[in-house]
């Protein structure tokens, strides 16, 4: 199993990449805005769904490429530094959006739908596999024991920050929406807030080593 102090830091890794801009949480902050808290609540379910369909073909899938292919980790870990460093530009970039800043004009669905149109948004969204094949791999040592245990490990672990913040964000989503809207100086900050950590994850990333 991985130390607690390595799953400390890839919660937190995961924590910051939680709330950079994605489809997920702009679903959910719309959903939450148009139709209520319990419709995010239902959307944020299928959410869920979605990371666990993640999670099972990834680690799976990760204990085959780790065994079959020695390079394997440089390539992930290259994958894993691009990665970041685009979600860094993105953050940024001009005329760029807030997480918050987020259409309230969505049809209301019914709960089935809800929780559909949730977990495809996050199956059918290629950036998360991307994040587990990139990130997964900086964390996972053979010294730990089985790869597949440690891969399920991690993924439980984003699973939980995951579900943790973005049901903060769904019960606050309306006055979190409106504090933004009105203090654009604290946008600013937080998108190069995001910017600096996420590059800075970048760099780390680039410099680790397997063992």
């Not at 130390?3 to 679903?27: D, K, R, T, W």
């Not at 053979?142 to 579900?163: E, K």
């Not at 019960?171 to 807030?193: D, E, H, M, N, R």
Request: aromatic share 14%; glycine share 6%.
């Amino acid at each position: 199993m991985i130390p607690f102090n390595e799953i400390l830091f890839f919660a937190l890794a995961a924590l910051i990449l939680v709330v950079s801009p994605g489809p997920n949480m702009i679903y959910l902050i719309s959903r939450t805005l148009t139709q209520g808290r319990k419709a995010g609540l239902i959307s944020l379910v299928g959410v869920i769904c979605g990371f666990l369909f993640h999670i099972i073909m990834v680690s799976y899938g990760l204990t085959a490429i780790l065994f079959a292919v020695p390079f394997a980790y440089t390539i992930l870990k290259t994958l894993g530094v691009i990665y970041l460093l685009y979600l860094a530009f993105q953050a940024i970039k001009p005329n760029s959006k807030n997480i918050f800043e987020t259409s309230s004009h969505l049809p209301l669905d019914k709960p089935g739908k809800l929780f559909a149109v949730g977990f495809l948004t996050n199956v059918l969204n290629p950036k998360v596999a991307v994040f587990y094949l990139s990130f997964f791999p900086q964390f996972i040592k053979p010294v730990y024991g089985s790869v597949l245990a440690q891969s399920l490990q991690l993924g439980f672990t984003q699973i939980i920050v995951s579900f943790g913040i973005n049901f903060i964000i769904v019960l606050s989503a309306a006055k979190v929406a409106a504090f933004f809207s009105g203090k654009p100086t604290w946008l600013k900050i937080q998108k190069w807030f995001m910017a600096s950590v996420l590059t800075g994850l970048a760099i780390k990333m680039a410099f680790s080593k397997a063992k």
